[in-house]
C-alpha cells in the first residue's frame, strides 16, 4: 500500500496504542505522537505595556507555555503547513521554529541601539523638567 508519508503522519513507530491528548484549540482527542506540540512564551501583562514598563526598568517575567494542537487547527494556525507531495516524505521538524529564532537573532543588534537611545531621551527630559 502506498503510504503518502514516511512516518504515516506520526512518530510512534510500531509501538502499537498511545493515549490521547485533547487538542488546547477545539478539544479533539489525538494520539500522542501524532499531536503537534508548542512551546511559546505567554506574558499577562500586554506586549506594548510591557515593553515601555522594561524601558522603566520593571522586570516582567515570561511563562512559557505548552500547547497541544491536533493536525487541522495546526495547519489552520500556521504552525505547520502543507507540504507539497514530494517534500512529505522527508522528515522535516517544526519549521516554524527555526525561522523565528534566526530572525529575533538577528533583530536585536538593530533594537538595542534605539533602546539605548530612547533612554538618554528620557533622562534629558528628566534633566530638563528638573
Ligand atoms: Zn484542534
Do not use: W
Amino acid at each position: 500500500m502506498p503510504k503518502k508519508r514516511k512516518n504515516r503522519g506520526r512518530h510512534k513507530g510500531d509501538k502499537g496504542k498511545e493515549p490521547l491528548v485533547h487538542c488546547d484549540n477545539c478539544g479533539k482527542l489525538v494520539p500522542r505522537s501524532k499531536a503537534v506540540r508548542v512551546t511559546v512564551p505567554y506574558s499577562p501583562v500586554p506586549a506594548d505595556l510591557a515593553r515601555e514598563l522594561e524601558k522603566q526598568g520593571a522586570i516582567i517575567p515570561r511563562y512559557y507555555v505548552t500547547k497541544t494542537y491536533c493536525i487541522n487547527c495546526a495547519i489552520f494556525l500556521g504552525i505547520i503547513k502543507v507540504r507539497p507531495e514530494d517534500e512529505r516524505k522527508k522528515k522535516a521538524p517544526l519549521t516554524k521554529s527555526a525561522p523565528v529564532r534566526s530572525n529575533v537573532a538577528a533583530v536585536p543588534p538593530v533594537a538595542k541601539p534605539a533602546q539605548a537611545q530612547q533612554p538618554v531621551q528620557s533622562s534629558s527630559q528628566g534633566t530638563q523638567s528638573q
